[in-house]
């Protein structure tokens, strides 16, 4: 059993797969290909914003974003300590004051109400301007948007909402990365909508933003290719990852999406009595890019992914290390008590394999080796 099939993906979508990337062969145009610009229009349309630029992979969306939001040394930059690294790395990246925030416990995101503490602190100590939160929409989940949306307002602070496992959930109809000022995604193959090596885009309505990042991508290109009117990268997705993305994003939006929450609606049915299930608050749909379970405490975890493997059936532990327990911010000045939830779900998570092609006999199987093994 597969964690995340991307094999059985493959076999369903193969021959359409297989024709767009020998269309781009035949043609050899590699980079920014027609593909590219028809693959951001098309994401763009799904998400519902003006402006999508591909990138080269979710990690450079982010810096990206932040080098247009102008993040510098004199900034504060929030982020929440539970997600993956590269939300936090990408703002160190910039040398601004990086203060790591703590989430909710039954959603896994960032917690409003640590996030305006957190704010609160900044401005009375006076040294650094509050300019950013990264917002990421942990496993699928989109953020509370409601609630961070005006707290950002009242602080003038700038959203990047990364959507790197996002795309696709919804908060009242309105689509993940649609909800930062600038919001990004990422193509890694694991992710909800995943490529064939590396790929991310940035969305935004911002057509400044959106110009800018154009040309960021593309060693700060002006009016054509080797006119250069600032330092930027490189960093474009290729025609042949566009083309594999074409495919993909017509099968995520025809079914794997709805899918996806099927088999999140049957485990959550079925295991709902035994363990605490992921929480969807009202009007929320998620994109699943992990089914995560919360057990009670490290020890129990510890033995039910044993168990599971035993079975033969995978799990991860999605993330077993907060942020501001990572080496490189081993002497970083924090305030432990303010991240208590999040090193607690680093102890008790547990995801178990979730994919659109996962046959009912195989849920089923699931299901009853996590009831067995938590007897
Ligand atoms: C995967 C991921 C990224 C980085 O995306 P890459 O395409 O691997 O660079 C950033 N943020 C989050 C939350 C992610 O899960």
Redesign the pocket.
């Known amino acids: 059993m597969e964690f995340i099939d991307l094999k059985a993906q493959y076999a369903v979508l193969k021959d359409k797969i297989n024709a767009n990337i020998a269309n781009v062969l035949d043609r050899s145009a590699f980079i920014l290909g027609d593909e590219v610009a028809l693959l951001e229009k098309q994401l763009a349309e799904y998400v519902g914003v003006k402006h999508c630029i591909t990138c080269g ?6 810096v990206l974003a932040l080098r247009a939001f102008g993040v510098g040394p004199d900034d504060t930059v929030f982020v929440p300590t539970f ?2 690294f ?2 936090a790395e990408t703002a160190s990246s910039f040398d601004c004051n990086l203060v790591f925030v703590d989430v909710d416990k039954d959603t896994f995101n960032i917690s409003p109400v640590m996030l305006e503490k957190a704010i609160k602190q900044v401005i009375k100590e006076g040294k650094y301007r509050p300019k950013a939160v990264i917002t ?1 929409d ?1 496993f699928g989940l989109p953020a509370n948007y409601d609630e961070i949306l005006p707290i950002a307002k009242k602080y003038n602070l700038l959203v990047l909402e ?1 959507g ?2 996002g795309f696709g959930g919804s908060i009242n109809g309105k689509k993940a990365c649609s909800f930062g000022d600038i919001s ?1 995604t ?3 193959p694991a ?1 909800p909508l995943g490529c064939y090596g ?3 885009a940035v969305f935004t309505n911002n057509d400044e933003y959106a110009e800018l990042i154009r040309s960021l991508r593309f060693h700060g290109k002006g009016s054509y290719k080797y006119d250069n009117i600032r330092i930027g990268y490189n960093s474009r997705l290729d025609t042949i990852q566009a083309a594999i993305l074409i495919v993909k994003l017509d099968a995520f939006k025809n079914y794997e999406l709805s899918e996806r929450n099927k088999l999140a609606d049957k485990y959550t049915e079925k295991l709902k009595d035994t363990v605490k299930t992921p929480y969807i608050p009202k009007g929320f749909v998620s994109s699943y ?1 992990q089914y995560t379970l919360t057990l009670e405490n490290e020890k129990q975890r510890d033995n039910l992914k044993e168990y599971l493997k035993n079975k033969g059936i995978p799990s991860m532990v999605y993330y077993p290390t907060c942020m501001h327990n990572q080496t490189v911010y081993k002497n970083y000045d924090f305030n432990l008590n303010d991240l208590k939830i999040a090193e607690e779900l680093s102890k008790t998570v547990l995801s178990i394999p979730m994919h659109p092609y996962m046959s009912d006999s195989n849920a089923e199987l699931i299901c009853e080796a996590i009831k067995d093994g938590l007897k």
Do not use: C, H, P
Request: charge should be negative; glycine fraction near 12%; hydrophobic fraction near 40%.
């Open positions: 992979n979710g990690t450079d969306a982010l997600t993956f590269a939300s990421v942990l990364d790197a496992q990004t990422s193509f890694f992710k590396d790929g991310g890019a």
